[in-house]
């Protein structure tokens, strides 16, 4: 996970001095399954890729449990042991794994220029950009004001404390589906709050979310908020009755888990390659390449349409082969 930043803040950091500077040839920024293939491709290309990995080392990725659907594991694999695989493999061939953030980019030139840590200049004659994507909040006050309190934004994490108890999952979706899912097998009751009448989750989730008896999806739901002195102890819903009807229901649950999508993580880049409405990264059709000579994007970070590992990984890929041909037609 990256830190994001709006372009205003980007911009204040602009007068920010670096404390050391280092020239490289590939940069790639984010860990996730699109970063790590493009540095196992990268390595083998001898691009002596240098990686940041970010907050989150490894991705969402690390925050899910098994992951049943990526080709070469075939009895499934837990999500950080395939991420632990990856960078055994991308390290393997010689790729520099290290530990920091990137904090600001600066693309207006030939040279690259990624500030890590708000401190370290990193100056690149090319960049790959897999920072992916975080999850969402509703916007509610309560969020923040239950926040280590009751509310989170991975089952996988903080499930763990709620064995045995109620708790809810928003969304309607595979993300809130494999969490309901998760949840399910160590809480009491997990309660689905659903928007609309519809999910949205592939069908193999929705039939078995359908055929676990302690999920009950409620239908046509909002979170107005949640209460409990200091820490959740409920959450207040609006049922839509249709033509603008509603009807207050209040739930009792200890946690209350997000599961409704993510934002890209591109807001430091924003200012030198195109973006969607919603901030995903445009690249040219059939390639990883952005607008900037240069600057690759691959991963969940330029996916808004399938955001799976195996497809985040193909991407990896065809940034570090973008990479080494940009680089050899320059040099
Ligand atoms: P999606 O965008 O697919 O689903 C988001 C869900 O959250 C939708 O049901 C949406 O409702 C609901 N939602 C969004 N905003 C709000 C809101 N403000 N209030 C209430 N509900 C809201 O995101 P996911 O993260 O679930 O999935 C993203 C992609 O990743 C998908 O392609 C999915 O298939 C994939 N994925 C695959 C997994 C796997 O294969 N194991 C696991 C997780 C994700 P509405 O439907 O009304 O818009």
Redesign the pocket.
């Known amino acids: 996970m990256f830190k994001s930043l709006d372009i205003n803040e980007n911009e204040e950091k602009k007068n920010i001095q670096p404390t050391e500077v280092e020239r490289v040839k590939c940069l790639i920024v984010g860990s996730g399954p699109a970063g790590y293939t493009a540095a196992i491709y990268a390595a083998r290309a001898n691009l002596n890729p240098v990686m940041y990995e970010g907050l989150q080392p490894g991705g969402q990725l690390t925050t ?1 449990t098994e ?1 049943e ?1 990526y080709p070469g594991y075939p009895e499934g694999v837990t999500g950080p042991v395939m991420m632990e695989d990856f960078k055994k493999q991308a390290e393997r061939f010689g790729t520099d794994v290290r530990w920091g953030m990137a904090t600001k980019a600066d693309f207006s030139g030939e040279i690259h220029k990624v500030w890590i840590d708000d401190s370290k200049l990193i100056e690149a004659e090319s960049v790959i950009i897999a920072t992916g994507a975080t999850a ?1 909040y ?1 916007g509610l006050d309560d969020e923040q004001k239950y926040a280590g309190g009751g509310v989170s934004a991975c089952a996988t994490c903080d499930g763990f404390f709620y064995r045995g108890k109620d708790v809810a999952v ?7 589906a ?1 969490e309901a899912m998760y949840l399910a097998g160590l809480c009491k009751k997990v309660y689905l ?4 009448d ?5 069908k193999v989730m929705v039939e078995r979310l359908m055929d676990t008896p302690n999920i009950e999806v409620l239908w046509k739901h ?2 107005k908020g949640l209460f409990g002195d200091g820490v959740v102890e409920g959450a207040t819903l609006a049922k839509n009755l249709g033509e603008e009807n509603e009807e207050e229901v209040k739930i009792k649950i200890d946690g209350f888990f997000l ?4 934002k890209p993580n591109s807001d430091i880049f924003a200012e030198y390659v195109d973006t969607d409405e919603v901030g995903y990264i445009n690249t040219i059709p059939g390639t990883s390449k952005t607008k900037v000579p240069g600057v690759f994007a691959c991963g969940d970070v330029q996916d808004s349409q ?3 590992a195996v497809t985040a990984a193909g991407s990896g890929c065809m940034a570090a082969i973008d990479t080494e041909r940009y680089l050899s037609e320059k040099n």
Do not use: C, F, P
């Open positions: 899910t992951v659907n969402k509703l928003v969304g309607g979706g595979d993300t809130a494999e709050i659903v928007r609309r519809v999910l949205r989750a592939s909002q979170t599961g409704i999508g993510h399938y955001r799976q």
